[in-house]
């Protein structure tokens, strides 16, 4: 009998057993239900674009962090007690050092592959936290945090603070004199605290700095406990990523209750594989031929000795130069002292992560607009969110300059005086021009989309009129790039209305809606943004060049 004949509708053969592989999978789609799932999910359509690539770094970076810090666990020794070091670096040899720096240095020295993984890991940290910025000022510029997302713009929040943290308490384990050093300032910060500090630095060194049970406490905190609620946030943005999708930008046939874009499985499939080796492959490549943070080279932490040019990886830069650049102001009174110095440094740090935390909330209350968005915006059509976020992130640019203003002054040979006072002036100064700057291109190109919109592109030819005129030439614009210069849209600004009722009875309003109205009338009242073209200009303005051209 032939084997056309002896087949069933199944694939397998009449009387021959299914294989191991096709009962496991009976078994498991039996009790867990696992065909209709993936069959419902696994051809979802997600949107594409390539600043999405952003947080697929993010994503990759933290498994690559896991995977290499999983490695370096099994060699680490989170031990002050002091040795000798008698290992094969002799520069080295002979100096009494923690048993923490010992080991760091084994794993740089003597352990196969220590030194790259250790390099991978490290670079890792600072691609992590730099994609998790970028991300976020994408989802920010083109307004992706919006509902139904801003439940998971919190999360990527988390995770860019945790991240911060996590990487501070990394930086910190080897107790080289660099990270003891960054371990000093972090200490002088918490005893700023008024009434609480001393004992919050008391039971967090374990006693007098540098204490002999930090590295002890530190070392569980940095590979257990915070990466495990980064996991489970990660786990969290990941399910709500793949429930509300991606924003799609504006375009034809895209709206708010449709999605144009490709299938998880096999595309993004596909897409995810192979950008996760590119990933992995750039930072084997960086911490192959680039050093960073050579342990070796600044020698064990000793309390009397600061390395020259310490600084901390560039995401907790801003934050030692909001300590660099304020003035030593301090308040004695009662026998206490209040270093308003640190202190206010100190806490302005939360507070400026803290504000795009709650942005989304707060613009949220100032329109009233409680619809659902999936249709990005175009930066250029929200001019004011624009303008904030390039002055939030000067601001950032500037205090990163602050934070290293030893190393400024002596790579460029300036007064380190001079660089304090500019950043100083700077972190005033720079923000709100970067803000009205930003705004102002931001109306500029709108103004341009709109003569673009009404007049069509320009084509560089020169034509003369018979009455001796020369006009440019422009090319109609298709249905669709109109469609996207225009489909954006441009709120009306929440006002209070008039002063008295229809009674002449004059109306009273809380603090809360003067204060709405004003920010309202602020980021969306007239003069913030350019009227886009309206269709019956479009009408009006091409009946005209009908007309004018039947008459020549």
């Given at each position: 009998?032939?084997d056309?004949?002896?087949r069933v509708?199944?694939g397998?053969?009449?009387g021959k057993?299914p294989?191991?592989g096709e009962r496991l ?8 239900g696992?065909?209709?799932?993936a ?8 949107p594409?674009?390539?600043?999405f690539?952003f947080?697929e770094?993010?994503l990759?970076s ?6 290499t810090?999983?490695y370096?666990?099994?060699?680490f ?6 040795v000798?070091y008698?290992?094969?670096y002799?520069?080295?040899?002979g100096?009494i050092?923690t048993r ?5 240095v084994d794993?740089s ?16 940290a600072l691609?992590?936290?730099a ?8 989802v920010f510029f083109?307004g992706?945090?919006?509902?139904p997302?801003?439940?998971?713009w ?7 603070f945790?991240?911060?943290v996590?990487?501070?308490t990394?930086?910190s384990?080897?107790?080289?004199l ?5 371990l000093r300032?972090?200490?002088?910060a918490i005893l700023s605290?008024?009434?609480v500090?001393t ?7 374990g006693?007098?700095?540098p204490?002999e ?5 530190l ?6 406990l915070?990466?495990?609620i980064m996991l489970?946030l990660v786990?969290a943005h990941?399910i709500?990523?793949f429930?509300h ?10 709206t ?7 299938p998880?499985l ?8 192979g950008?996760f080796?590119?990933?992995f492959g ?19 932490y000793?309390?009397d000795l600061?390395t020259t040019?310490a600084?901390p ?9 909001l300590i660099?650049?304020?003035?030593s102001w ?6 206490h002292?209040?270093?308003l ?5 100190f ?9 795009m935390?709650?942005y989304?909330f707060?613009?949220?209350?100032i329109?009233?607009?409680r619809r659902?968005?999936?249709?990005a915006d ?14 939030w992130l000067?601001?950032y640019?500037i205090?990163l300059?602050g ?12 007064s ?17 021009l ?10 500029g190109?709108?103004l341009?989309d709109r003569e673009?919109?009404l007049?069509?592109r320009?084509?560089?030819?020169i ?7 020369y ?5 109609p614009l298709?249905r669709?790039?109109?469609y996207t ?18 009674n002449?009875?004059?109306r ?6 003067r204060v709405r109205?004003?920010?309202?009338k ?13 269709a ?6 091409h009946?005209?060049w009908?007309e004018?051209?039947?008459?020549d």
């Amino acid at each position: 009998m032939s084997d056309d004949i002896e087949r069933v509708g199944g694939g397998g053969r009449r009387g021959k057993p299914p294989g191991g592989g096709e009962r496991l999978a009976d078994w498991a789609d039996g009790r867990l239900g696992l065909y209709q799932l993936a069959k419902s999910q696994m051809r979802k359509v997600f949107p594409d674009h390539w600043s999405f690539m952003f947080g697929e770094i993010c994503l990759y970076s933290f498994i690559i962090l896991i995977l290499t810090g999983t490695y370096l666990t099994l060699f680490f020794d989170p031990s002050t007690t002091e040795v000798v070091y008698n290992g094969s670096y002799e520069p080295l040899k002979g100096i009494i050092m923690t048993r923490a720096y010992e080991s760091t240095v084994d794993i740089s020295m003597e352990v196969r592959g220590g030194l790259l993984i250790r390099q991978i890991h490290h670079w890792a940290a600072l691609v992590f936290v730099a994609g998790m910025l970028v991300h976020m000022m994408r989802v920010f510029f083109t307004g992706a945090f919006r509902k139904p997302r801003e439940v998971n713009w919190l999360f990527g929040w988390m995770l860019l603070f945790l991240g911060i943290v996590t990487g501070l308490t990394g930086y910190s384990l080897p107790d080289d004199l660099l990270s003891g050093t960054g371990l000093r300032f972090a200490q002088g910060a918490i005893l700023s605290i008024p009434v609480v500090g001393t004992y919050i630095a008391f039971f967090l060194f374990g006693g007098e700095f540098p204490g002999e049970d930090f590295i002890a406490r530190l070392y569980p905190v940095h590979i257990l406990l915070l990466p495990g609620i980064m996991l489970g946030l990660v786990v969290a943005h990941l399910i709500l990523v793949f429930y509300h999708k991606h924003t799609q930008f504006a375009g034809p046939g895209r709206t708010e209750k449709n999605v144009i874009g490709a299938p998880f499985l096999p595309i993004y499939v596909a897409k995810a594989g192979g950008f996760f080796f590119l990933v992995f492959g750039v930072l084997a490549l960086m911490g192959a031929v680039a050093t960073i943070n050579p342990v070796w080279a600044f020698g064990p932490y000793r309390t009397d000795l600061v390395t020259t040019g310490a600084q901390p990886d560039w995401y907790l830069g801003f934050s030692e130069g909001l300590i660099r650049v304020m003035p030593s102001w301090e308040i004695n009174a009662w026998g206490h002292t209040l270093q308003l110095g640190v202190f206010i440094p100190f806490t302005l740090f939360p507070l400026i992560l803290s504000f795009m935390a709650v942005y989304p909330f707060l613009e949220a209350w100032i329109t009233g607009d409680r619809r659902e968005h999936h249709v990005a915006d175009r930066p250029r059509n929200k001019p004011v969110r624009t303008g904030i976020g390039v002055a939030w992130l000067t601001l950032y640019a500037i205090l990163l300059i602050g934070g290293g203003n030893d190393i400024v002054a002596t790579h460029l040979h300036l007064s380190i005086n001079a660089i304090t006072w500019t950043v100083r002036v700077g972190v005033f100064l720079l923000p709100a021009l970067a803000f009205i700057i930003t705004k102002r291109i931001c109306n500029g190109l709108q103004l341009r989309d709109r003569e673009k919109a009404l007049h069509g592109r320009e084509s560089g030819v020169i034509k003369r009129l018979p009455h001796g005129e020369y006009i440019e030439v422009h090319e109609p614009l298709t249905r669709a790039e109109l469609y996207t210069l225009n489909a954006h849209e441009q709120p009306v600004a929440y006002e209070l209305g008039p002063r008295v009722d229809e009674n002449g009875v004059a109306r009273k309003f809380t603090v809360r809606q003067r204060v709405r109205a004003r920010l309202a009338k602020a980021m969306f009242g007239p003069g913030t943004y350019v009227p886009k073209a309206t269709a019956e200009e479009y009408r009006a303005l091409h009946a005209g060049w009908h007309e004018s051209e039947r008459v020549d």
